[in-house]
């Protein structure tokens, strides 16, 4: 695992295996993803440990901070973000947060253009 910024903020993460895994192991959830999806998601302790629990779920993953945020402002922007994803990207099954999509460069311009359009005070990453 490399150095993470232990600060709170946004990021994104996908498996690299082709093979479809529950997006939560230890319940077993029916929604399954693999690389040709993508999970943009909140931190609200650390990325590090973030980081951890989709090693531990899935192994081999890519595990990318796009933008430090503080915490005051996560729930409300992850609303606007994820308004925005849905325009253009399908959800996996019945998760909010996982999208049918490899155009992760598009999902990270998505996510920077809404912090900027809402005036979100953030250091961004990546």
Request: charged share 35%; glycine share 4%.
């Amino acid at each position: 695992m490399k150095e993470l910024i232990k600060d709170t903020g946004i990021y994104i993460t996908y498996p690299k295996s082709t093979e479809e895994k529950s997006i939560y192991k230890a319940k077993d959830y029916k929604t399954k993803v693999n690389n040709q999806c993508t999970k943009i998601g909140i931190v609200e302790t650390n990325f590090a440990s973030r980081e951890k629990c989709y090693v531990d779920n899935f192994g081999d993953i890519v595990f990318q901070q796009i933008a430090i945020v503080d915490k005051v402002y996560l729930k409300e922007i992850e609303k606007r973000i994820l308004t925005e994803i849905k325009k253009e990207f399908k959800t996996v099954g019945w998760s909010r947060e996982w999208f049918h999509t490899t155009n992760r460069e598009r999902l990270i311009d998505i996510v920077r253009r809404v912090l900027a359009q809402n005036n979100i005070p953030c250091e961004i990453i990546f």
